[in-house]
């Protein structure tokens, strides 16, 4: 199936690109956190939002929407806008033009930043012991049929994703 903005695609994957660059070498100490970066990027997808609408499948393909998402998951300092994205993203899903599973996680992140539990287990920090962790879970007897409707792999799985992509971001020790 032909996208129909294909350099809107090519451009959606090269912010996600340059933001998962920094992220990672934050992450492994190699580089400051850089926030101007986020706020560029939050700018922009407001135009591109504002100007298109929602990336989905049939305009950017697979991996522009899923570009998108990231660009918009990492705009923390604006949980407004994420909560707008939020919304269109659910239309979005409803039509099979956005993949579920990355709405949940965009869901938790939206809920976290408003100081209220995740639905899907899907975002982490350190807390203040230094333990990495899931922030807290609505009703964790649900958890399975709620990530099983929206696609996502077991949280036993994804637990162990997290916790090796963890270890794998700390920096080495002396």
């Not at 100007?51 to 991996?63: D, E, L, N, S």
């Not at 705009?75 to 407004?80: K, L, T």
């Amino acid at each position: 199936m032909a996208m129909a903005h294909p350099a809107l695609a090519r451009e959606l994957i090269r912010m996600m690109r340059r933001d998962q660059r920094m992220r990672i070498a934050f992450g492994k100490g190699k580089r400051r956190w850089d926030r101007f970066l986020d706020r560029a990027h939050t700018k922009r997808m407001k135009v591109i939002v504002r100007t298109y609408g929602w990336p989905t499948f049939a305009m950017v393909g697979k991996r522009g929407a899923v570009a998108a998402w990231f660009l918009v998951q990492h705009a923390d300092h604006d949980v407004g806008w994420q909560e707008r994205c939020r919304a269109r993203m659910e239309r979005a899903v409803a039509e099979r033009q956005a993949p579920p599973e990355f709405y949940a996680m965009l869901v938790d992140r939206v809920l976290v930043n408003h100081g209220k539990r995740q639905r899907y287990g899907s975002q982490w920090y350190t807390n203040t012991r230094g333990v990495f962790a899931p922030r807290l879970i609505q009703n964790r007897k649900q958890l399975a049929l709620r990530r099983r409707r929206m696609g996502m792999r077991p949280f036993r799985e994804y637990e162990k994703q997290m916790r090796a992509m963890f270890r794998r971001w700390q920096p080495k020790q002396p």
